[in-house]
């Protein structure tokens, strides 16, 4: 049975539901050709919200959702927190097994998904039932009932999984609060308003996809260009035919581009990257072509945004992502083996203060977890450097270190190294391991064509001191990402 209920004041979903029921922009779909007006979208909220309790769903039930980009997202959302029940929100193209691995370890009763999802419907307990409109469907069906339902009863509680770099994914609750201040500082830091509009691109189910364009357009008004098959080929026409001011993309997107035809990128404010550090190469040359600066967004699942790139700051790209946002507050602690480890002078250990932080890790023991220290201070794992001027630069990331015979590796400085070679597109740096349990620096690289291994091995002997070297090199098409353009390492050779 469910624990003991939390407080109303820290869980509320009311926050985001006030700012839904007072959202007045448009939300253009791409996928079915339509604009949804603001009373369209109140309409569709009110009649999810009645069928859904209609159809049993409950305050405190969790509830899986797997929709894809479009007007059904943030409908659904809202529906469901209206409801008071707690959606985990994970990416459309999750497979069955994990959804799965989902109900059971976190007691989930219900799954949402977008309408004619098989894979959703194959672990359900039976054949979900079809919810309807005009020119919407949803799925909706049971998981068999919970064995048990860890940890607190949470009403309204958006559920975020992370990204599960290290063990098993976590889920980190983020209530309405924190939410719209995540909103209110990308909002007070970009200056967005009513008049803007922003593009769905990465999932809206992810922390990076939920906070810019569905958290941002709920508070402000602003309007949003959604479609859940997005394309390069298809952005020249959003950009030609509607009026988008932001657009957050992926640093893979912007190699895309720039291998692309001309794209007119006249309205745009703001150009976005985020899930991994942007290549300054890529960078600047994207700048030289198009005349537009990519401004790199740095945030994690657990702390929501914490710094933007401005226009200036975007000149600079190799690491650098812009000073903390509005609301925010950071500090570098370096770590007690800081020169056992290699680190230059004045990097450490990111840690980060903010309104906008979840309250917690719900762990699979029903636990929720609060990994801040006494000062409120959460450590990302991030290594970085903050200048005189404020500014973060991001150094890699702790668990990233490759240890060669007790000499230090820092991934991204080696990555730095090999992306300014000619001819490289991109490169992931990392771990190998020895039979002997000894670690070895292994790259993916991706390139163009006249580039071999040989030519890599030759340039990194120039450029690195032996240690830092790759042993192995292995010359792929392109680095495996998932749906928010973060590398998976695990797939790399």
């Known amino acids: 049975m469910p624990g003991t209920l939390m407080p109303n004041s820290v869980w509320s979903p009311t926050p985001i539901l006030e700012a839904a029921e007072s959202y007045r922009g448009q939300i ?14 109140q309409r569709l909220r009110e009649q999810l919200t009645q069928t859904l309790k209609q159809k049993g769903i409950a305050a405190g039930d969790r509830v899986l959702v797997t929709i894809a980009n479009g007007p059904m997202f943030p409908v659904a959302l809202t529906a469901l927190l209206a409801c008071e029940a707690s959606p985990l929100l994970v990416h459309v193209m999750t497979p ?31 054949h979900g039932m079809i919810l309807a409109g005009d020119d919407w469907s949803l799925l909706l069906g049971r998981f068999p009932e919970p064995t048990h339902i860890p940890g607190p009863e949470l009403r309204g509680v958006p559920l975020h999984p992370t990204s599960g770099s290290t063990g098993l994914p976590k889920i980190a609750l983020r209530p309405g609060f924190p939410a719209m201040e995540e909103a209110r500082h990308y909002t007070a830091t970009m ?34 260009v959604t479609t859940a098959k997005f394309s390069i080929k298809q952005l020249t026409r959003v950009l030609r035919e509607f009026p988008v001011t932001v657009l957050p993309m992926v640093p893979a997107h912007i190699d895309i581009l720039l291998f692309g035809g001309a794209i007119d990128f006249g309205r745009l404010r703001w150009l976005l990257t985020a899930g991994s550090m942007m290549p300054k190469r890529s960078a600047v040359q994207f700048r030289k072509k198009t005349g537009v600066t990519v401004c790199p967004l740095y945030g994690t699942t657990e ?28 500090r570098v602690r370096p770590p007690a083996n800081a020169d056992e480890l290699g680190l230059e002078p004045g990097v450490g250990k990111l840690h980060v203060k903010s309104s906008s932080m979840m309250t917690g890790y719900l762990s699979d023991t029903g636990e929720v977890l609060q990994p801040w220290d006494a000062e409120g201070f959460f450590e990302t794992g991030d290594l970085s450097k903050v200048v005189d001027d404020g500014v973060i630069h991001l150094r890699g990331r702790t668990g990233e270190m490759i240890n060669i015979l007790g000499l230090k590796v820092v991934p991204c400085e080696v990555e730095e190294v090999i992306a300014a070679m000619p ?34 091995k030759a340039y990194c002997d120039e450029h690195l001191v032996y240690y830092k070297r790759p042993r192995d090199i292995a010359i792929v098409d392109k680095l495996p990402r998932n749906p928010a353009g973060k590398i998976q390492v695990k797939e790399l050779p």
């Open 191 to 224: 200056a967005i308003c009513q008049d803007d509009c922003l593009m769905a691109i990465p999932p809206m189910s992810h922390a990076y996809g939920y906070g810019v364009t569905t958290m941002v357009p709920l508070l402000t008004g602003a309007s949003i």
């Open 423 to 456: 001819g490289v597109r991109e490169v992931k740096v990392y771990a190998g391991q020895l039979k002997s349990k000894g670690e070895i620096v292994k790259a993916a690289v991706a390139v163009n064509d006249g580039i071999d291994e040989a030519a890599l």
């Open 96 to 126: 069955p097994a994990e959804l799965a691995r989902y109900a059971q370890r976190f007691g989930v009763k219900w799954l949402i998904s977008s309408g004619g999802d098989e894979q959703a419907e194959s672990v359900l307990e039976q």
């Open 28 to 41: 253009f779909d791409l996928d079915k050709g339509r604009n949804v007006s603001s009373d369209q979208f």
């Open 303 to 330: 702390t929501g945004g914490i710094a933007v790139a401005t226009i200036a700051d975007g000149q600079d790209v190799d690491g650098r992502v812009g000073p903390p946002m509005d609301g925010v507050e950071v």
